[in-house]
């Protein structure tokens, strides 16, 4: 064999090795808004920064800067592999094409500058990966803004696995995003008054909330209170050996408000209850001036013994236990006198495992009913959907995420959903299929 013949092997050779082996996973795109026709609903697709993107439909590969829209896709796509990847779905026009950045980032559009080549288009986004792992998920998220409602189901063949997303239309989130503000300047319209979308309270500058409710208050009364909140709950870790910060371990912390050397601080003290982990003598630390607004941002920066700056980017037994202390002041249970009606104990006076128990139904103004002490453009998305509507929603909802193991899911399905819904038909409908078919077959109950 000649050199060039035995060069051109070796690269096949590579080339076939980089070529996934993992089945594709097919997606369908669905319009149900009867005010737009298939030809004129949109889909973008974006990537993460350095990772790979395979796409394909009947026209051929899917390219990132091109808007396609759903009756050009009617035959599907077939995606084999994005990594922190956004769809972005946009109804009337299609999305522009995205500026390259310094950093030869292709940047996301803005929902809040006015600037921005598509302020003026309503459009909303679906959050995916798929590489062909278990883990593999796509997910809706409302924390910076709603726009559109969708629905996401998977598939294996025939058979739905999975439903998430809204079970209301845009008209029934309007109107509940806009009595958790204290103004409508949240909410945009284009130059006809036609809906763009609602922005949410992180969606502007930091430091500020915008129009929703500011929770200093809430705040100073549980401070002024001298009740501690009890932390406590499983921190399941990556498998392993992992240092004792990344070990599966059940964490407690007794957490209060106290004034060292004039400054007003949060402070929690404590640790693992579990040997292996990080022992029971840590004290994390937070600034006091900047609890109220992390309730609504949850992306509060701490110090951990004095020394270690922590971030809920670290993914270990101590931002677990942060979570839990801002995910129970945006729901309301922190300093909250009311009953948890699972374990019979005010929220105030138990554990924050209970808070955020599979059982739990009660958060937000359930709990708050007579003060606004709870995050409530987050319990919107609560209400009336299996969507983000703050960073640790999670805590709460059932599930938020759509799993795509392509070991068991085929298909992605992502509707778009009418802005007003009619109501499911009952009478014979019912009789015939009962109320859970009703569901399986439009949303779910």
């Known amino acids: 064999m000649n050199a060039r013949v035995l060069l051109f092997a070796v690269l096949l050779a590579l080339c076939a090795a980089s070529v996934s082996t993992h089945a594709a996973?097919?997606?369908?795109?669905?319009?149900?808004?009867?005010?737009?026709?298939?030809?004129?609903?949109?889909?973008?697709?974006?990537?993460?920064?350095?990772?790979?993107?395979?796409?394909?439909?009947?026209?051929?590969?899917?390219?990132?800067?091109?808007?396609?829209?759903?009756?050009?896709?009617?035959?599907?796509v077939m995606l084999t592999d994005i990594v922190a990847g956004v769809f972005y779905v946009s109804l009337g026009n299609p999305m522009s094409v995205p500026v390259t950045n310094v950093a030869g980032q292709l940047p996301g559009p803005s929902p809040s500058n006015t600037t921005d080549a598509d302020y003026?288009?309503?459009?909303?986004?679906?959050?995916?990966?798929?590489?062909?792992?278990?883990?593999?998920?796509?997910?809706?998220?409302g924390i910076n803004m709603?726009?559109?409602?969708?629905?996401?189901?998977t598939y294996s063949g025939p058979t739905i696995l999975q439903t998430l997303g809204y079970d209301v239309g845009s008209a029934t989130m309007i109107a509940k995003l806009r009595s958790a503000a204290t103004n409508d300047s949240a909410?945009?319209?284009?130059?006809?008054?036609?809906?763009?979308?609602?922005?949410?309270?992180?969606?502007?500058?930091?430091?500020?909330?915008?129009?929703?409710?500011p929770l200093g208050v809430y705040i100073d009364v549980v401070r002024a209170s001298g009740r501690p909140i009890l932390i406590s709950d499983l921190f399941s870790g990556?498998?392993?050996?992992?240092?004792?910060?990344l070990t599966t371990q059940r964490y407690q912390f007794l957490t209060s408000f106290t004034n060292l050397l004039g400054v007003d601080q949060l402070i929690m003290a404590g640790g693992s209850l579990t040997a292996g982990g990080i022992g029971i003598t840590n004290i994390v630390t937070f600034a006091y001036s900047n609890i109220a607004y992390q309730v609504y941002a949850n992306n509060p920066l701490y110090t951990i013994n004095g020394a270690d700056s922590g971030s809920m980017a670290d993914?270990?037994?101590?931002?677990?236990?942060?979570?839990?202390?801002?995910?129970?002041?945006?729901?309301?249970?922190i300093g909250c006198a009311?009953?948890?009606q699972v374990t019979g104990l005010a929220f105030q006076s138990e554990a924050s495992s209970n808070?955020?128990?599979?059982?739990?139904?009660?958060?937000?103004?359930?709990?708050?009913?007579?003060?606004?002490?709870?995050?409530g453009y987050g319990e919107a998305f609560w209400r009336y959907s299996d969507v983000y509507g703050f960073p640790f929603a999670d805590r709460l909802s059932s599930a938020v995420q759509a799993n795509l193991d392509p070991a068991v899911v085929d298909t992605l399905e992502i509707t778009v959903l009418p802005d007003v819904i009619v109501p499911e038909p009952v009478g014979v409908f019912t009789v015939l299929f009962g109320a859970a078919g009703l569901c399986a077959a439009r949303r779910r109950c």
């Open 315 to 333: 993914n270990d037994v101590y931002s677990a236990a942060v979570r839990d202390v801002f995910a129970g002041f945006a729901c309301g249970f």
């Open 120 to 141: 003026s288009t309503r459009w909303d986004s679906v959050e995916i990966t798929f590489t062909g792992k278990p883990y593999d998920a796509a997910d809706l998220t």
């Open 338 to 340: 009311a009953t948890d």
């Open 355 to 375: 808070w955020f128990a599979t059982v739990q139904t009660q958060a937000f103004s359930d709990v708050q009913t007579t003060l606004p002490y709870y995050n």
């Open 238 to 245: 990556p498998a392993g050996m992992q240092p004792p910060r």
């Open 187 to 213: 909410v945009l319209t284009d130059a006809s008054n036609r809906f763009l979308r609602v922005l949410g309270p992180t969606a502007y500058a930091a430091g500020t909330i915008g129009p929703y409710q």
């Open 25 to 76: 996973l097919k997606l369908r795109f669905v319009n149900e808004n009867l005010a737009h026709s298939d030809s004129n609903v949109y889909v973008m697709f974006r990537k993460g920064t350095t990772n790979a993107f395979d796409a394909s439909y009947s026209g051929g590969a899917i390219a990132l800067t091109t808007a396609y829209s759903f009756a050009q896709l009617s035959g599907g």
């Open 146 to 153: 709603f726009g559109i409602p969708f629905v996401l189901r």
